[in-house]
């Protein structure tokens, strides 16, 4: 088992950044995929970032490219969302996600996902 512990979620004004970490503890492996997911009310979780644990490549989702950077450190078994230049419409409930064991594929369905954070809330206002 994965346990992923997300911390960084806030209230933020529009054009300002917050910093999300997700913290992975239990069996964990270097090489699989991690992503970002978010879920805004009566809205379906979509993809936000991932990256490939092993060789560090990256994925983001059109509307968050060139203002979030996601990065991790092996080491310490942390992922990162920097959130810059953040919009009303990024408001939503903020979930790390992990791939299995030596799945190091990033896809952008969260049923691809075998564990999940609690989440941590990220409010931006006008």
């Known amino acids: 088992q994965v346990q992923l512990v997300e911390s960084g979620g806030g209230l933020v004004q529009a054009g300002g950044s917050l910093r999300l970490s997700c913290a992975a503890s239990g069996r964990t492996f270097s090489n699989y995929a991690m992503g970002w997911f978010r879920q805004a009310p009566g809205k379906e979780r979509e993809f936000v970032a991932g990256i490939r644990r092993n060789g560090g490549t990256t994925y983001y989702s059109d509307s968050v490219k060139g203002r979030f950077t996601i990065s991790s450190d092996n080491a310490k078994n942390t992922v990162w969302l920097q959130m810059n230049n953040l919009k009303v419409e990024d408001t939503a409930v903020y979930y790390c996600?992990?791939?299995?064991?030596?799945?190091?594929?990033?896809?952008?369905?969260?049923?691809?996902?075998?564990?999940w954070g609690q989440g941590t809330q990220v409010t931006v206002s006008s």
């Open positions: 996600a992990a791939r299995g064991a030596f799945r190091v594929v990033v896809t952008t369905t969260p049923s691809d996902y075998d564990y």
